[in-house]
């Protein structure tokens, strides 16, 4: 008679393994996009609180301006029309759209240098 759990027969037990570069591979992407989430959401509140005309003498209105000068990329100046909603609204709105691709491309990057897969081929329709 041979029982279901038989302690005596060997046992298989399936354990999925994630190799240590899918997991590397997987944190950096997601240091990535977390920061460059970050950047673009400093630089979207600092549109709102312009677009809201907040106190720019309170202290989380200062902690956000500082924050975004220091990520909005150089474009603080790139157009300069006469308001300064509008002006925010372009400079801080392109520097935010900029860092969610820079963080798309880095991911991409990343991902194919660290898990390099098969070759990818082109297919060219010629007309014979």
């Given at each position: ?5 038989d302690?005596?027969?060997?046992q298989e037990?399936?354990?999925e ?23 673009a ?6 549109i ?30 790139l157009?300069?029309?006469d ?34 897969g098969p070759?990818?081929v ?7």
């Amino acid at each position: 008679m041979t029982y279901i759990n038989d302690p005596r027969e060997p046992q298989e037990e399936i354990v999925e393994q994630t190799p240590a570069r899918i997991r590397v591979v997987r944190v950096v992407n997601a240091l990535v996009h977390a920061v460059c989430w970050v950047f673009a959401l400093v630089l979207i509140v600092h549109i709102l609180l312009v677009f809201g005309e907040a106190n720019p003498g309170n202290g989380f209105a200062q902690l956000i301006d500082g924050w975004s000068r220091g990520v909005s990329l150089g474009l603080r100046n790139l157009f300069t029309p006469d308001g300064a909603k509008l002006r925010t609204l372009l400079n801080d709105g392109l520097a935010a759209l900029l860092w969610l691709i820079i963080g798309g491309v880095v991911t991409d990057l990343v991902t194919r240098i660290g898990l390099p897969g098969p070759k990818r081929v082109w297919y060219r329709r010629t007309l014979s």
